[in-house]
């Protein structure tokens, strides 16, 4: 690979001891995928932050980073942690648990890292531009920027994006390159899809079928940015799709050519299959919505959902911080809060530890979380759409 001189000086270790190792860890990755350079990237995502995913040795290794100094040079905005940085007490987290969550986050902020706590950068503020090179590591946010944005980044892993933002650049290979952008595989949709989970559940029945690959949807008629993310989330959850087109949706599909490719049909009895396999439970102990993070958009509709009723299980929205604090302003917490509701920031369904907090049954309408939860969480699942879900929860 190509290195610069200034490059050449970082990998001999002339501007310290981290950057030297962040550097490397990009170079070696580079060689494995035949990169022919370093690209500049504009922004970087970080995802590796709660407690439950890292563990003692992830909080050990980013207290010996930030430690050493590391810094990072381009904005860089962080994933969910494992709880509430503000309201964990009264929402029940573990004190043992939220202890070393606090000392993670120390580390995180001493690097230069944005506290957005959010798997959706996009949302507040961290937006790039169609074409823009950035290294992002949510993989449902990798998606969002791929798909929807029409940005250019790979799936990184947490300390790949760490490497990135610590040393400003990426290797250039993967979905930085047009020839890995075009579509794999056509897929056909024949079924009506008017909420977010029958995106979720479209998205993990293909996800599934197309693993790594970069699908081509036609057929769909229509879907809002909310519906866009839940969809891209699911895909990536369960297969490990970082990019997809629709035609007449998102801003590359025009660009290519599905003509010749395998050809993938998907119609209502897929997705109703794919919704009994997602349901493994029946009452659920609690609701979680919000997975992706919700937008004030998302929370707005569910405000007025639960204006003047009464929850008699838990409800929670998940939602970054700074969402939630708009959503204040504007009412809505209150609106969530007086049916018995919680608006929960920074946190989610997967990455905190409900299963620690008494909860065995979750029901959720995103694909994604229907995935996870199970393995991860150790829950039983009620998938469903948001109005199917909230019946079974209201007084
Ligand atoms: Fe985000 Fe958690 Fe879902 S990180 S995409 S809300 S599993």
Redesign the pocket.
């Known amino acids: 690979m190509y290195l610069t001189k200034e490059e050449e000086r970082i990998l001999a270790g002339e501007r310290g001891e981290v950057l030297e190792r962040m550097f490397r860890l990009l170079v070696r990755l580079g060689d494995i995928y035949g990169a022919d350079r370093m690209i500049p990237v504009g922004s970087v995502q970080v995802?590796g932050v709660s407690y439950k995913s890292i563990g003692d040795p992830g909080l050990e290794f980013l207290e010996d980073m930030a430690g050493k100094g590391a810094k990072v040079r381009v904005p860089t905005t962080l994933?969910?942690p494992g709880m509430d940085l503000v309201d964990w007490r009264e929402l029940g987290f573990p004190e043992d648990f939220a202890k070393k969550q606090l000392c993670i986050m120390e580390a995180f902020k001493k690097m230069g890292i944005m506290m957005t706590a959010?798997?959706?950068p996009y949302l507040v503020g961290n937006l790039p531009r169609f074409g823009e090179h950035i290294a992002w590591s949510?993989?449902?946010?990798v998606s969002f920027a791929n798909s929807v944005i029409g940005a250019r980044t790979n799936r990184e892993g947490g300390p790949s994006a760490l490497a990135a933002a610590l040393c400003g650049v990426t290797p250039n290979y993967g979905l930085h390159l047009d020839e890995n952008r075009k579509p794999s595989v056509a897929v056909k949709v024949n079924a009506e899809l008017k909420h977010n989970s029958d995106f979720g559940a479209l998205g993990y029945h293909v996800g599934k079928l197309v693993k790594k690959g970069n699908p081509y949807f036609q057929g769909i008629k229509g879907a809002d940015v909310d519906q866009l993310?839940a969809f891209g989330?699911a895909m990536a959850?369960s297969g490990a799709v970082a990019l997809y087109h629709v035609e007449g949706l998102t801003p590359e599909a025009r660009l290519m050519d599905p003509k010749n490719l395998e050809v993938i049909e998907v119609g209502e009895r897929e997705l109703k299959e794919t919704c009994e396999k997602l349901n493994t439970g029946r009452e659920p102990d609690i609701v979680i919505l919000?997975?992706?993070?919700a937008s004030l958009k998302e929370i707005a509709t569910l405000a007025n959902k639960l204006e003047g009723k009464r929850l008699r299980k838990p409800l929670w929205i998940?939602t970054a911080r700074t969402t939630k604090e708009t959503a204040t302003k504007l009412g809505f917490v209150e609106q969530v809060e007086r049916a018995g509701g919680k608006v929960v920031a920074d946190?989610?369904?997967?990455?905190s530890p409900i299963e620690r907090m008494g909860f065995k049954r979750t029901a959720v309408n995103?694909g994604?979380?229907a995935n996870?939860l199970p393995g991860f969480c150790k829950q039983e699942v009620i998938f469903g759409n948001v109005n199917e879900l909230l019946k079974k929860v209201l007084a």
Not at 347 to 351: D, K, L, Q, R, Y
């Open positions: 995802a994933n969910p959010t798997c959706t949510e993989s449902s946010a993310k989330a959850a919000g997975c992706p993070h998940c946190t989610c369904a997967v990455v995103s994604k979380a996870y």
